[in-house]
């Protein structure tokens, strides 16, 4: 971790990915992010594989450099503790439903009441002020609506679920630079703020970035969809014994492709030379990249297109990425002893800092395995502690590891 965010409390009440992928990359600058989960732990604990029931793989790729409080919401005790912490937080992050959280006593309203300077973000399935408000979501219901299903249809034209928690992961991005966001504003004015980052509308203007094309004009230019992006021969291009992604881009990237695969024939073109007929034709270029590629091997073809300075890669397979040369020149891969969970492989956070020292990150927690801690760092004595534990308003688990 970096310690960039050094002495920023977050309080964490995200569950399952989206939310607890935005609080990590929060944790991985330097924040204090306090995951407030149930006793029995946050639902996203359970994914398999695991080597114990509460710590499963997705759990463990989305939950470093945090403390855990298991902490029971549905009582008024715990809607207390939920308060004292709020009290002294810089911000609170959730991704229910407002209503889920007006009943846990964590809504905006409630703790703008504890904290008129609280930076509160939260991640919605819908925008609260359009019919779908208060209905459920996962990734899978938001890949279906803002149209990546149907993007990705197969040759039959049946949509297909990118195999990847996609709408998670890019709403969770948005999610931690609203947080990040709320925070720079507290730190310049003193006042807090509320940041609605609904996934439904966050997804669809994601995708509209280089797909809302022809209706960015009004009256239309044409229809929705980039055309470069669903060009037919825009895919991975198959060589003498694999696959290779090849893409020229510039006037001069096309030029020094179309010389080694010997087409300069092409340059003297008017569509291959303007940018913007190149832009309208592109698919043929394309069809030459289709056509040229079977001659040579994919190790070739990248000797060729490196010394050309032509942009390329190979096409890789997961397990292909632990062998890859530049991915274990800077690292990314790390062994990690974890306490109770024995050596991991974690891929490591891919931000730098020059010339700031990365300091050790702090293992995935059990559920509760802080609980203590934070409490009597919230003024709760030792017997106040214990009985919260015997009443099961709180839970302890791990204080050995």
Not at 3 to 19: E, V
Not at 325 to 331: D, I, K, Q, Y
Request: aromatic content about 8%.
């Amino acid at each position: 971790m970096f310690p960039l965010l050094n002495g920023i409390r977050i309080i964490d009440f995200t569950t399952t990915y989206l939310g607890p992928y935005a609080t990590q990359f929060l944790g991985d600058m330097g924040a204090d992010v306090v995951k407030v989960e149930p006793l029995e732990g946050d639902v996203g604990r359970s994914p398999r594989p695991s080597r114990s029931p509460d710590m499963g793989a997705g759990f463990l790729n989305t939950n470093r450099n945090k403390r855990s409080l298991a902490l029971d919401l549905r009582t008024a005790d715990g809607r207390a503790i939920a308060a004292k912490l709020i009290a002294g937080a810089d911000a609170v992050v959730h991704n229910m439903r407002p209503a889920a959280a007006a009943k846990l006593g964590v809504s905006f309203e409630d703790a703008k009441k504890i904290n008129p300077g609280i930076v509160y973000c939260y991640a919605p399935g819908f925008g609260q002020d359009g019919p779908y408000a208060a209905e459920p979501a996962y990734d899978d219901i938001i890949q279906a609506m803002c149209g990546l299903a149907k993007l990705n249809a197969d040759s039959t034209g049946a949509p297909r679920f990118l195999p990847s928690i996609v709408a998670d992961k890019v709403v969770g991005l948005h999610l931690a630079f609203a947080i990040a966001s709320g925070l720079v504003h507290r730190l310049k004015t003193g006042e807090g703020c509320a940041v609605e980052v609904p996934m439904f509308e966050t997804m669809v203007a994601f995708l509209f970035v280089e797909h809302l094309s022809g209706h960015t004009f009004d009256p239309p230019l044409g229809p929705p969809g980039y055309e470069r992006m669903l060009a037919k021969n825009r895919r991975p291009y198959k060589t003498a014994d694999g696959y290779i992604a090849i893409m020229p881009y510039t006037t001069q990237q096309w030029a020094r492709f179309l010389e080694c695969v010997g087409r300069a024939d092409l340059l003297k073109e008017p569509w291959v030379q303007d940018p913007v007929k190149r832009s309208a034709n592109v698919d043929a270029l394309y069809q030459v990249i289709v056509d040229s590629a079977p001659a040579r091997t994919t190790a070739a073809w990248l000797d060729v297109l490196r010394e050309a300075d032509i942009p390329c890669g190979p096409v890789n397979g997961f397990d292909e990425l632990f062998a890859e040369s530049h991915l274990n020149a800077v690292g990314l891969f790390q062994p990690v002893a974890h306490p109770t969970e024995g050596m991991l492989t974690a891929a490591r956070s891919p931000f730098r800092s020059p010339g700031m020292e990365r300091q050790a990150d702090g293992p995935v927690p059990k559920i509760g395995r802080h609980s203590r801690e934070i409490l009597a760092g919230a003024g709760y004595s030792a017997e106040a502690i214990a009985d919260l534990v015997a009443r099961r308003i709180i839970g302890i688990s791990g204080e050995a590891d």
